[in-house]
Nanobody
Framework: QVQLVVSGGGSVQAAGSLRLSCAASGRPSSSPGMGWFRQAPGKEREFVAAITWNGRTTYYGDSVKGRCTISRDNTRNTVYLEMNSLKLEDTAVYYC????????????????????WGQGTQVTVSS
């Protein structure tokens, strides 16, 4: 069982920055791949970013590419999402998730790849 605790959300003005953290605890069978998703009111959950178990490969959704950076510190069991140049449309609840296995294959953007989910944190971008 793996528990994920998300922190770092809040309110920020457009063009500002935020860093989200996702701390994992528990005993996964192996270091999982990790992902960030977000969900705005009335919309489906959207893929934001993912990172492989060793941190060597990262993936980004088209809507955040070039503005976000995902990273991980396996010594701290923590994954980060650095978000810059925030836009109004980035407003959403952000979730981190741990995959079922260390490898995503080419399915990192799908929610069913992930077994454990954090509680979510609200990010609100205002003008």
């Amino acid at each position: 069982q793996v528990q994920l605790v998300v922190s770092g959300g809040g309110s920020v003005q457009a063009a500002g920055s935020l860093r989200l953290s996702c701390a994992a605890s528990g005993r996964p069978s192996s270091s999982p791949g990790m992902g960030w998703f977000r969900q705005a009111p009335g919309k489906e959950r959207e893929f934001v970013a993912a990172i492989t178990w060793n941190g060597r490969t990262t993936y980004y959704g088209d809507s955040v590419k070039g503005r976000c950076t995902i990273s991980r510190d396996n010594t701290r069991n923590t994954v980060y999402l650095e978000m810059n140049s925030l836009k109004l449309e980035d407003t959403a609840v952000y979730y981190c998730a741990a995959s079922r296995s260390p490898s995503f294959g080419n399915r990192y953007m799908y929610t069913d790849v992930y077994l454990y989910w954090g509680q979510g944190t609200q990010v609100t971008v205002s003008s």
